[in-house]
């Protein structure tokens, strides 16, 4: 390719509308991608995805199956890559690129407005959630990426129907569905945007939608079946700790979602701009429709036995905003072309994008601290003062049974270094043996300390005297043969170790 060709095809490249906030994101995304270490959500990532797909099949068995799917993509990509912090993230940060790219390429298809197209993808960018879940080593920036790409793809299936266009679009909300269950309540914001579009068509179009909409959601739906299924037995123990919404929780959670109260009442403005503009009325109230209709319904099912209502579950609505706000940014540069020129109104549209941005700059900065997914336990620091210590024949007893979810045993077996290995004690099977997220303990735990000369002992909070935090059985069965010789504190977090007696 001679110089001239290839400037050409980076001229057309960066001429994308899509081009810009997908880079921005990769760029934001990126931005200190390791110091946050892992928290307990992504810990169970990782211990998932690094088993062998058998074992993975089998411990979908029993949890966890609502993120089947996200589970084996990232089984796949650690076994090619490795399972560095970085590496486990970097699908987020990839995906959450994508989700930018989809919010910007729907905003100029509704709207019709590089402009709008452009600041609906960057709107998402400055948003802490997408950022923070950008660098989560979880399946909802996969979600937001999937959902956002199902919506354009419906959104030209609708205009223009094909196999092509539907098929990529079944093959998105499978996709969805798959990392995700909760995303499927998206179809319940998307149908009244197809009755809409509907209404308003040509009577041809409407006879082929009847059957090929359906049609479509059902190749969506029908790979899912086994998961839901699956899904619905483990609600109880998996959802169990989250209580059924009040309305006041529905009334802020969009200001959770959207990071302040500030930052949603500009995204709102700017949405009500975008329905007030001549042209745009439609457009808008179908973005709205998909940002707001899902939450609502997740709500009002969260009402029954088990609730879905976190705004983290419903992260994938976020692009929706996005786009929507967008248009506002779109309908201000329109108004700004009769009275400016380009380069004027295209820095007006930029810094209206940047306000949300600036105000939330606090958070941003929060979210890549150290402790930036998880205040409460320092897993990194126990595994070094375990590391530092270590012996070969030691021996580890961390938080199980009541306390499994808090992940600690696996966190700090994660940032142990390679030949620090201390033998578990009081399990009699681990997580991997039991098909499961969790070890299981020994019924007896006297029968489970073992021989060895010395145990490292993890528990949660800050004691000097650690044995009160086990249970009855297990600080009696370490007393009769080990003493404490040293006890540091970490955040949130003792490591104390045993030395035999006798």
Same mark, same amino acid.
């Given at each position: 390719?001679?110089?001239?060709?290839?400037?050409?095809?980076?001229?057309?490249?960066?001429?994308?509308?899509?081009?810009?906030?997908?880079?921005?994101?990769?760029?934001?995304?990126?931005?200190?991608?390791?110091?946050?270490?892992?928290?307990?959500?992504?810990?169970?990532?990782?211990?998932?995805?690094? /088993?062998?797909?058998?074992?993975?099949?089998?411990?979908?068995?029993?949890?966890?199956?609502?993120?089947? *799917?996200?589970?084996?993509?990232?089984?796949?990509?650690?076994?090619?890559?490795?399972?560095?912090?970085?590496?486990?993230?970097?699908?987020?940060?990839?995906?959450?690129?994508?989700?930018?790219?989809?919010?910007?390429?729907?905003?100029?298809?509704?709207?019709?407005?590089?402009?709008?197209?452009?600041?609906?993808?960057?709107?998402?960018?400055?948003?802490?959630?997408?950022?923070?879940?950008?660098?989560?080593?979880?399946?909802?920036?996969?979600?937001?990426?999937?959902?956002?790409?199902?919506?354009?793809?419906?959104?030209?299936?609708?205009?223009?129907?094909?196999?092509?266009?539907?098929?990529?679009?079944?093959?998105?909300?499978?996709?969805?569905?798959?990392?995700?269950?909760?995303?499927?309540?998206?179809?319940?914001?998307?149908?009244?945007?197809?009755?809409?579009?509907?209404?308003?068509?040509?009577?041809?179009?409407?006879?082929?939608?009847?059957?090929?909409?359906?049609?479509?959601?059902?190749?969506?739906?029908?790979?899912?079946?086994?998961?839901? *299924?699956?899904?619905?037995?483990?609600?109880? /123990?998996?959802?169990?700790?989250?209580?059924?919404?009040?309305?006041?929780?529905?009334?802020?959670?969009?200001?959770?979602?959207?990071?302040?109260?500030?930052?949603?009442?500009?995204?709102?403005?700017?949405?009500?701009?975008?329905?007030?503009?001549?042209?745009?009325?439609?457009?808008?109230?179908?973005?709205?429709?998909?940002?707001?209709?899902?939450?609502?319904?997740?709500?009002? *099912?969260?009402?029954?036995?088990?609730?879905?209502?976190?705004? /983290?579950?419903?992260?994938?609505?976020?692009?929706?905003?996005?786009?929507?706000?967008?248009?506002?940014?779109?309908?201000?540069?329109?108004?700004?072309?009769?009275?400016?020129?380009?380069?004027?109104?295209?820095?007006?549209?930029?810094?209206?994008?940047?306000?949300?941005?600036?105000?939330?700059?606090?958070?941003?900065?929060?979210?890549?601290?150290?402790?930036?997914?998880?205040?409460?336990?320092?897993?990194?620091?126990?595994?070094?003062?375990?590391?530092?210590?270590?012996?070969?024949?030691?021996?580890?007893?961390?938080?199980?049974?009541?306390?499994?979810?808090?992940?600690?045993?696996?966190?700090?077996?994660?940032?142990?270094?390679?030949?620090?290995?201390?033998?578990?004690?009081?399990?009699?099977?681990?997580?991997?043996?039991?098909?499961?997220?969790?070890?299981?303990?020994?019924?007896?735990?006297?029968?489970?300390?073992?021989?060895?000369?010395?145990?490292?002992?993890?528990?949660?909070?800050?004691?000097?005297?650690?044995?009160?935090?086990?249970?009855?059985?297990?600080?009696?069965?370490?007393?009769?043969?080990?003493?404490?010789?040293?006890?540091?504190?970490?955040?949130?977090?003792?490591?104390?170790?045993?030395?035999?007696?006798?």
């Amino acid at each position: 390719m001679n110089s001239n060709a290839l400037a050409r095809a980076v001229t057309r490249l960066t001429g994308r509308v899509w081009f810009w906030p997908a880079l921005v994101t990769l760029l934001v995304g990126g931005w200190r991608l390791s110091t946050p270490q892992l928290w307990r959500d992504e810990i169970s990532t990782w211990t998932a995805s690094t /088993r062998g797909l058998g074992e993975l099949a089998q411990m979908l068995q029993h949890v966890d199956a609502s993120n089947g *799917v996200y589970y084996v993509i990232m089984h796949g990509w650690t076994t090619v890559l490795g399972d560095s912090p970085v590496m486990l993230r970097l699908p987020s940060v990839l995906a959450m690129a994508g989700a930018a790219a989809f919010s910007a390429l729907t905003a100029e298809r509704l709207f019709r407005s590089r402009a709008a197209g452009v600041a609906g993808g960057l709107l998402l960018v400055v948003l802490p959630a997408a950022d923070r879940y950008a660098q989560e080593a979880r399946a909802y920036a996969l979600v937001a990426c999937a959902v956002s790409a199902a919506t354009w793809l419906l959104l030209r299936a609708l205009d223009r129907p094909g196999f092509g266009r539907w098929a990529g679009y079944s093959a998105c909300m499978a996709l969805a569905g798959g990392a995700h269950l909760v995303s499927l309540s998206t179809l319940s914001g998307q149908l009244p945007l197809v009755l809409l579009h509907l209404w308003s068509t040509r009577r041809a179009v409407k006879l082929r939608l009847l059957w090929q909409y359906p049609l479509a959601v059902l190749a969506a739906v029908l790979p899912v079946v086994p998961l839901i *299924v699956l899904g619905s037995r483990q609600s109880g /123990r998996q959802l169990g700790w989250l209580a059924a919404p009040g309305t006041a929780d529905l009334r802020l959670f969009w200001d959770v979602l959207l990071s302040t109260s500030t930052v949603f009442h500009l995204f709102l403005a700017l949405a009500a701009l975008t329905l007030l503009w001549p042209g745009r009325r439609l457009a808008g109230v179908q973005l709205l429709l998909l940002a707001v209709v899902p939450v609502v319904v997740v709500w009002a *099912v969260s009402q029954g036995s088990t609730s879905y209502f976190l705004d /983290r579950y419903l992260l994938f609505t976020l692009p929706a905003w996005a786009s929507l706000a967008g248009g506002g940014v779109g309908a201000l540069y329109a108004a700004a072309r009769r009275l400016a020129p380009v380069p004027v109104c295209a820095v007006l549209a930029l810094a209206v994008v940047a306000v949300p941005g600036w105000l939330v700059l606090p958070q941003q900065r929060a979210i890549r601290g150290a402790f930036g997914h998880d205040w409460h336990q320092d897993y990194r620091s126990a595994a070094g003062l375990i590391a530092a210590g270590y012996r070969p024949g030691d021996g580890l007893v961390a938080p199980y049974g009541e306390q499994n979810w808090t992940m600690i045993g696996a966190g700090v077996d994660f940032y142990l270094p390679d030949g620090v290995r201390p033998y578990p004690v009081f399990l009699r099977s681990s997580a991997a043996e039991a098909d499961d997220l969790y070890p299981v303990e020994c019924a007896v735990a006297a029968q489970c300390v073992g021989q060895g000369g010395r145990i490292w002992l993890v528990t949660t909070g800050e004691a000097t005297d650690p044995l009160p935090a086990l249970s009855a059985d297990k600080a009696q069965a370490l007393r009769a043969h080990y003493a404490p010789t040293e006890v540091r504190q970490v955040r949130g977090l003792t490591v104390t170790l045993l030395t035999r007696t006798g």
